[in-house]
């Protein structure tokens, strides 16, 4: 039974104006992929690290990890068009149903080692973790242009990464939800939320530093914290 983290690297960058896919933009002269392998790299509850990317940059990613002194990077994974192609590759790569999975989104550099713990020690008493922060602005439901509901703020999350699961459960989760014709999933949680409903998804505090590269004046933010923590 291990604690394996599988970082998803497969973005397009689009929506930053860039042809270079956001993982490999620098910030403090490493890449965003890089920052992010040294927060799993570096946190004792990780015992193996997996990186799944594009088929287009899979030598790019093996060159990456060749020139760093990584020792827990353990494979690079074939990912695809939709998010779900990427777990799916990690669930045909590692098939221990005991082994805990740690999904994290490879552009989110800032992940702290206290995170990494808290959500691996939740793993030990529970079959799925979801991460997440208070909502802070008011969330409202559209509907055809217009406004048709207002949830209570206090019942509201922002969902962020790393999403914890024994492989075994969300391996189930999947073979249900790929039973589904109009099977559609923005993350992994969601997915067990709905296929697999009888599992309790445990809910462990995010960080409000914990951001999801996806607009240019992201990494300024990225690089304000990184060099406060030296």
């Known amino acids: 039974m291990k604690n394996i983290a599988i970082i998803l690297a497969g973005g397009s960058g689009r929506r930053m104006g860039n042809a270079l896919p956001k993982q490999f933009l620098k910030v403090n002269e490493r890449m965003v992929i890089e920052h992010t392998i040294d927060a799993f790299e570096h946190a004792p509850s990780i015992d193996e690290i997996a990186v799944v990317t594009h088929p287009d940059y899979v030598e790019e990613m093996k060159q990456i990890i060749a020139s760093n002194p990584w020792k827990k990077v353990a494979q690079v994974l074939l990912g695809g068009k939709e998010r779900t192609d990427s777990t799916l590759s990690a669930l045909r790569a590692y098939t221990n149903d005991d082994d805990r999975l740690l999904i994290h ?3 989110r550099p800032l992940v702290s080692e206290q995170i990494i713990k808290n959500v691996c020690e939740t793993l030990e008493h529970h079959d799925a973790v979801n991460l997440a922060i208070p909502a802070v602005d008011t ?4 509907r055809d242009g217009a406004m048709v509901a207002a949830p209570k703020r206090e019942y509201l999350r922002q969902v962020q990464t790393p999403q914890g699961f024994k492989r075994g459960v969300l391996a189930r989760a999947f073979a249900t939800a790929l039973k589904d014709p109009d099977f559609v999933a923005t993350d992994d949680c969601g997915v067990v939320f709905k296929y697999a409903p009888d599992t309790t998804i445990k809910i462990v505090d995010g960080d409000t530093t914990n951001i999801k590269i996806t607009y240019k004046e992201d990494l300024e933010f ?3 914290i990184l ?4």
Do not use: F, Q
């Not at 969330?139 to 559209?142: F, P």
């Not at 060099?227 to 030296?230: F, I, L, P, S």
């Open 139 to 142: 969330i409202i439901e559209v």
């Open 227 to 230: 060099d406060g923590r030296g």
């Open 222 to 224: 990225v690089k304000k």
């Open 105 to 107: 989104d490879g552009v």
